[in-house]
């Protein structure tokens, strides 16, 4: 079954602390995954994808095809990175399967 | 550009009755999406659009639910009747079929949503 899992729905850390978020999928076929995010009263948008495998606001994540895992990482945590993070798992004929989300908060 | 836009943004009915969500994509986005989103979960999809058609409506409860994008582009979504366990932000999304280099996208951009409390 195609599933999408983020095992943590609150993560606190203090500001400049390295920040992980996780995630893992299930699918038998070839992945393609994102992150969204959703800051405070804004919409959902994308913060990267792993085809583009670039570095957006510091955020990087990695595809581990062994571990099905595509984890979102910061080595220094902002307060501006307070948000709700989404992972999702694009499995071909346009389907997007989105986790439940993991709420992260910066401490100062 | 302009963004997905979608209306009303809140909506407040008693069971049973009716209520319909409309979306507008991004200009020249083929594949438009609705997705329901309770409180503490991830989005899931309910019904995707592929210009007028439909593509995937597999999680979409028929019974109660209906989608149309007639003419390729704005669509609704109707509730009727509605039931208690229907309160959640009701998202619209759109995006390209492919990026201006020709490579298969599903990069999604969303609307704000309409948040619907069912009483």
């Known amino acids: 079954a195609q599933r999408v899992t983020q095992p943590e729905k609150l993560l606190s850390v203090f500001k400049g602390a390295p920040v992980e978020l996780k995630c893992n999928y299930s699918y038998s076929g070839s992945p393609e995954l994102f992150w969204y995010v959703q800051y405070s009263r804004q919409r959902l948008q994308l913060l990267l994808r792993?085809?583009s495998r670039e570095s957006i606001k510091g955020f990087t994540a990695d595809l581990n095809k062994g571990e099905t895992s595509f984890h979102l990482k910061k080595p220094f945590a902002q307060e501006e990175d307070s948000a709700m993070y989404y992972c999702a798992l694009y499995t071909g004929g346009f389907k997007t399967i989105f986790g439940a989300g993991t709420r992260l908060f910066v401490k100062a | 550009e302009a963004g997905v836009a979608q209306s009303p943004r809140y909506k407040i009915i008693e069971k049973r009755q009716s209520v319909a969500f409309w979306c507008n994509p991004i200009?020249?986005?083929?594949?438009l999406y609705w997705y329901q989103q309770i409180l503490g979960q991830g989005p899931k999809l309910l019904i995707q659009f592929q210009n007028n058609g439909v593509v995937d409506d597999s999680q979409l409860p028929k019974d109660r639910f209906s989608a149309e994008r007639l003419k390729g582009v704005d669509s609704t979504l109707k509730i009727q009747p509605a039931k208690l366990e229907d309160s959640a932000v009701y998202l619209c999304?759109?995006?390209?079929?492919?990026?201006?280099?020709?490579?298969?996208?599903?990069?999604?951009?969303f609307g704000p949503g309409t948040r619907l409390t069912v009483l």
């Open positions: 200009s020249g986005h083929a594949t």
């Open positions: 792993h085809i």
């Open positions: 999304a759109s995006s390209l079929d492919q990026d201006g280099s020709g490579n298969p996208t599903d990069t999604q951009y």
